[in-house]
């Protein structure tokens, strides 16, 4: 297991004294002792199956931490130097893992293979089973099943069996925030015969049973078919462009929608999808009492990021606050836990950095609203944390991305007004499984805001769309063209305006 916790292990220096700590640099040395160990035992052994010697045979650990913190469990040496089979699933994993399971159907069926080799010079038999881990939440599962039920697997030889998890996408919990929807278990061989199975109960305590484990992360996701038309004839008479939004689905779209300030028609080549920007919007969003007037940023990029920690995708928000041409502030993602000095977690936040003093500090007092697995970020800004306020609304900008490597992505810089609500909008309801079709208004509310921030359009925000782009996407670009200038004066003098 790691990071492994209370390892006790010799102490150098000191003859015959001891040591107790925790991490990785504890655990990794007492398992890679056991692997050299079972490697003398068994010379012939691939190094595959003595890693899957070494998991088949971990026991739970006593304060039942599950298998996403605790991976198979506590070795046990004994009984990984003692079995003379082997349960593979992945073939370099050993594991049985589906990843993350993104989906737009109702309903979804994950197979996969685990084989059992008998290294022993005589038969073997298993029967078979599976089962959720304490821990783990089984909303949506509708069965799981392993078959045959029974295998016999001849000395030498290798047998395998077929694992089905069947979901309900649409029973699946949603937790859109730093919860991970993790299911976890194990598929289970215990030793027997044809004419004497073994009950699961009595299973448990069973010699030579052999344990693999199995992990996924299901996340259902709503698409958008949009149709409409996006010019506003005369918005100064309450014209609005009219979208007809149709979802598909096991779950229900949850929709906003910002001015769309940049917008990329494909992923930059240089950069990881999940740190390209494919959309940024921004907006008002509210007056927080003892705080003041808040911003909303909005990132999209091409592709998700597992967390949106700077080491999987940064994103650098530059502000210059009165503008006069150079930056003060920069905003950045980042962790609460590295910000306390702690180490790195999952509070997810925006790191701010003075560019005129150095000073760092948060730059909201809220964790980014985001996800795991996700392409969508949204920012909460306090304006009074960023140089503005009620007699200074309008600033320049300009977002950057770095992916993994370094490599960065640019938009061209632009302005912005908070103060002006460019597109307000009306939804007839929320569009999902039980109303599919809904209408959209967008309206255009102000010319000069509109001529400052030149948006490319309107962002349609879908929190529950896919980060991947398969079914629909987590963004969508509409686009919006309003006509301010229906009413004009003819060139000669004396003529009538229309």
Known sequence: ?????????????????????????MSAPHVAGVAALLRQANPTW????????IMNTAVPLADATGLPRAGAGRVDAYAAAQTTAVAMGDPDLISLSWGSVIS??????????????NKASFDKGYWTGIGLQNGSPSDGIEGMSVEPEFIPVPAGASTSVTVTVELDMSEVAMAYGAVLEEYFGFVRFYPGTPL???SDTDAITTDGALYVPFYFTPKPVAAL????????????ALDYAPFS????????????????????????????????????????????PGIGEVMVVTINSWGPWHVPQPFFAEFDLYIDANRDGAWDYVNFNFNFGWWQGVGHD???VVVQVDLNTGVLALGSPWPIYTDYNNALMEWWLPTARHGLGPDNTDFNYQLLGFDANGNMDVTPPGSFDYDFWLYPFVLTGGPGPEAPVQGLAVFADDKSGHDLAQPVGAMLVDYHGDPYGAYGAQAYLLEINPLWFRYFLPPLAGGSAR
């Open 245 to 288: 939004l149709t979802h598909t689905g096991p779950v229900s779209s949850t929709l906003w929608l910002y001015p769309a300030l940049y917008a990329a028609e494909a992923p930059n080549p240089n950069v990881q999808d999940m740190a390209s920007i494919r959309m940024l919007g921004m907006d008002w969003g509210w007056t927080q």
């Open 225 to 236: 078919d949009i149709a409409g038309v996006g010019t506003i004839v005369n918005p100064f």
């Open 1 to 25: 297991a790691a990071p492994g916790m209370g390892i006790f292990a010799a102490q150098m220096a000191t003859g015959s004294g001891g040591v107790s700590m925790s991490g990785t640099s």
């Open 196 to 198: 004497l199975p073994v």
């Open 104 to 117: 737009n159907e109702d309903t979804v069926t994950l197979t996969g293979t685990v084989t059992v080799r």
């Open 46 to 53: 691939t190094p595959a199956e003595i890693k899957a010697a």
């Open 346 to 348: 999952n509070v997810w």
